[in-house]
């Protein structure tokens, strides 16, 4: 996606100096364009291998960029997947993940997690972490991850439409 592509590299540019800022500019940029919010529904459907057919799986949303899916791809979310998590945010920054979950939709056994960005995969790992504690470890994991920006070096179970460091 050339817009997409345009959009990451202007920040990039505007924020040489790297860290924190970055991903606090792409955040607040892709959370904010519903076109992006779109085309990441379809880069989710194209990618949603393993897991057998629409709703076999549950999804797990954190933070701003979380309620932003919610608030403009409510109906993609509910055909798409049986279960939805929603994590409160600043998770990359220490903060405790708290885990809201609809009790009235079926737990799923597999998660992905969709996210804005992912760097270390801290929040990803932080979340999993939280869901076992709350919900029992076996069987409810997050299996697969999908990110706009991936500016990781080395990501393992990770699609994104956006990759820093290629290999």
């Known amino acids: 996606m050339k ?3 345009s959009k990451v590299e202007s920040i990039l540019k505007e924020h040489l100096e790297g860290g924190s800022k970055i991903f606090d500019a792409l955040d607040m ?13 379809h880069f989710v459907d194209d990618n949603l291998v393993g897991f057998g057919t629409n709703r076999q799986c549950g999804v ?5 960029f979380g309620m932003a899916l919610i608030n403009t791809q ?10 939805i998590i929603i994590v409160s945010g600043g998770i990359r920054n220490g903060v405790e993940p708290e885990i809201y979950r609809n009790n009235g939709m079926q737990m799923s056994n597999n998660y992905v997690f969709l996210d804005d960005s992912f760097y270390s995969g801290k929040t990803r790992d932080n979340i999993s972490k939280a869901i076992g504690k709350a919900y ?3 069987g409810h994991s997050i299996n697969q991850t999908f990110v706009i920006y991936d500016g ?6 990770v699609a994104s439409m956006f990759k820093y460091y290629n290999k």
């Open 136 to 138: 029992g470890t076996i």
């Open 29 to 41: 940029m892709i959370r904010s364009d519903i076109d992006i919010l779109k085309a990441f529904t």
């Open 3 to 5: 817009y997409l592509n």
């Open 152 to 157: 990781s070096k080395k990501s393992k179970n």
């Open 60 to 64: 797990v949303l954190s933070g701003n």
């Open 74 to 83: 409510l109906s993609w979310l509910t055909k798409t997947f049986n279960d």
